[in-house]
């Protein structure tokens, strides 16, 4: 058996393990990175759509570049990786079994270890949709693999289970191929996603949302042939005489995730069971001794810069176990969970160190809110928000400075309140004299809030002289460019000659008309590329004359 022996093992490659891997190496610790796939990158390689970056980068990238800057930065740095590679077992002595076709079993010894395994999405079974059990029932995960990197369409006529924002990704993804989404079903009375999602990805293509709904059954024998909704009530409970048969082939599950803790359990890792994961602190410290955990195996982010963030706290903090530079708290104080929220992470701190808090909330509440802190019902701080919904997490970010006199608190919590005074809308107002206009509502995808707008545009000028809901300029000027000339970013895949893989993602190399994206979509789909082919190369210059370049979202090589 081939034994290794490394200061820091990170389990997984997708955005948190590259995150912690690069870190711990800048701290001076000898890095190896397990990943069970044949590419590092994880998830992000089959996220081929825009929306990656915009925090750390500045930039609107698609998964696969967000991966392949982060791929580039760890290899350059020395960090080490096996491929192909399953970590059977962890002891809490951080002693890893693995496997792998080129080394067979194997045994590694870890300084520290940090668990980056990331999620896996609900299946039927788990949700117990009865009926026959025909093909055509995918999750909508699997469903983008297949899509995005196997080149196989898994159906012509869906319906999607679930509002959030793969669910949504995808239902755009299939009409760019091709297919006919009947619907999207969400059993719960708002949208689960982003807002913005909701808007580039459903109303862009007249994609029906139907919320406080869910399917009972599914019909078909060898094929799904429909599948069957119901309305449901406060309770989630289907209302009789509501049922509808939708005929479809094919029925999505986009039904929520799972963080991947069989390897922490077998570990003696604590598991909170309102998130799923490890407990962790502010270090991302689970509470087994050396073992640390960052990204969705903790708890599931909606943007990938945060999950990028808690890789790099994991990273140094297991660098700094590893090689002798570990000071443990003097205390910790437990984190609650308070009104209105679901599950707060870190569930404990350390007053003596800076951190963010991350959070959801079990409601929306589309008016302004405090976040509360208390202790024993006395009120530490209160941080403004415009408003909270499950789909976006919240952070705090709490110095000690503001926990000064806690020294013998054992425990605080955080909350919702809604603010008392009525909430002031901001109201922008051009030549508010007699002028006139057409009104409209606009919602904003410049950013993950997606403020919904009240607008009154003057057509013949091209403006807004009125608009009121937005929380920033940026909201005024993406009104305008919507209500005159809109325009999204193209994601697809075209067909590789002769590399490793058959598809290769591509992307606008800027925002174009939106009446021009099926169109550019008809003549991609007749573009062959040769291998190998660079990140960034321009696979189609000056695209239906709009002055706009469609490049190569990542690297392909040729075949081995």
Known sequence: MKKLCYDVVVIGSGPAGLAAAIAARERGADVLILERGEELGGILLQCIHNGFGVEIFGEDLTGPE???RYVERALDSGVEALLDTMALDITPGRLITATSPGFGLMEIEAGSIVLAMGCRER???????????????YTAGTAQRFLNIEGYMPGERFVILGSGDIGMIMARSLT??????????EILPYLTGLRRNYVQCLLDFDIPLELSHTVVEIKGDKRVEAVVAVEVNEKRAPIPGTEEVIPCDTLLLSVGLIPENELSRKAGVEIDPRTGGPYVDEAMHTSVPGIFAAGNVVHVYDLVDHVTRAGEIAGRSAADYAMGRWVEPSRRITIKSGKNIRHVVPQAISPERPVKLQMRVKEPVEERVWIVVEKEGEVLLRDRRSYVRPGEMLTL??????LKGLEDVDSISVGIEKREERAKSRTYVLEAAAKRGVRKEVICITCPMGCKMEVVFEPSEKKVIRAEGHRCKRGIEYAEVELTDPRRMVTTVVTVRGGFLPLLPVHTSAPIPKDSIFPLLEELRRIEVEAPVKMGEVILPNALDL??????????????
């Not at 760019?176 to 079903?185: C, D, H, Y």
């Not at 970010?397 to 503001?402: F, N, R, V």
């Not at 190569?552 to 075949?559: F, K, M, P, V, Y």
């Open 123 to 137: 299946t039927r079974g788990q949700i117990a949709i009865p009926g026959t059990r025909p093909a055509g029932v």
């Open 397 to 402: 970010d709490l110095t000690p400075e503001m």
């Open 66 to 68: 967000y991966a392949q």
């Open 176 to 185: 760019f191929e091709g297919a006919k989404v009947e619907r999207v079903i």
């Open 547 to 560: 002055g706009i370049d469609v490049v190569a979202s990542r690297e392909i090589g040729g075949q081995i």
